[in-house]
């Protein structure tokens, strides 16, 4: 969760994650003047359509990445929204006597290893009944490239956390959240032949490559290009609807 981004090039990226969010946006139920935690921010592209339905309200824009945390400020300024640089995985920054309204989150969750951590860490600072709208990558998100891994002697083992709907479920209720749904769907993201390689680097790879010197990186992301059936992203979403109960187990 606490891996850094190269946000200007995700900035730059035909990235259907912002198109989801704001399907994902699109559930909460808001009058305008609640407050809302937007749970991996990145780049501040639906915390911006977020803002856009609080004209009375804030966000709270949190981030495990500081260069993530910094191109959302230049997207947004500071008007009703606040930054916070933080692992999901720990207690979170908010005080406990002003909980949020709302929590929404988009393709964050998969990085987080603990989900049973998260969700209490998230339904700690959540009011009872606050909403929660979800989405991340689920049960068989992008299975071709990890085939490819795989005849290369890799893996995302460690690195990413793709739940299913049935183990998230289990999860939401044992952190205290009640009235959950969760379901998988696909996502297949095709992408232009020539943004294949900086995609699979600054996204679905980079914390495979983050620390390997700029050839190394070029030649393994190229070798996973190769091995790819088509230059298509499998996308595979989980996706969450669910409020917090009137209580949280302790």
Known sequence: MTRDWNAAEYDRLPIPMTRWGETVLGWLELRGDERVLDAGCGTGRVTEALRARLPRGAVIALDGSDSMIEQARSRLGDDR?????????????????????????????????????????????????????AQCGGEGNIASIEAALGTMGESFAGRKLFAGPDETRARLAAA?????????????????????????????????????????????????????????????????????????PE
């Open 81 to 133: 929204v606040t930054y916070l640089v933080a692992d999901l995985l720990r207690p979170l920054p908010i005080p406990r006597d002003e909980p949020v309204d709302a929590v929404l989150s988009t393709a964050t969750f998969h990085w987080v290893l603990d989900h049973d951590a998260l969700f209490r860490n998230l339904a700690a600072v959540m009011r009872p009944h606050a909403q929660f709208a």
């Open 176 to 248: 205290g959240f009640v009235e959950v749904t969760t379901w998988l769907h696909d996502e297949p993201s095709p992408l232009p032949p020539e943004e294949l390689e900086t995609y699979l680097a600054t996204i679905c790879l980079g914390d495979h490559v983050e620390a390997m010197a700029d050839d190394e990186r070029r030649r393994f992301v190229h070798e996973v290009a190769t091995r790819l059936p088509r230059p298509e992203i499998d996308y595979v979403r989980l996706n969450i609807r669910a409020r917090r109960g009137p209580s949280t």
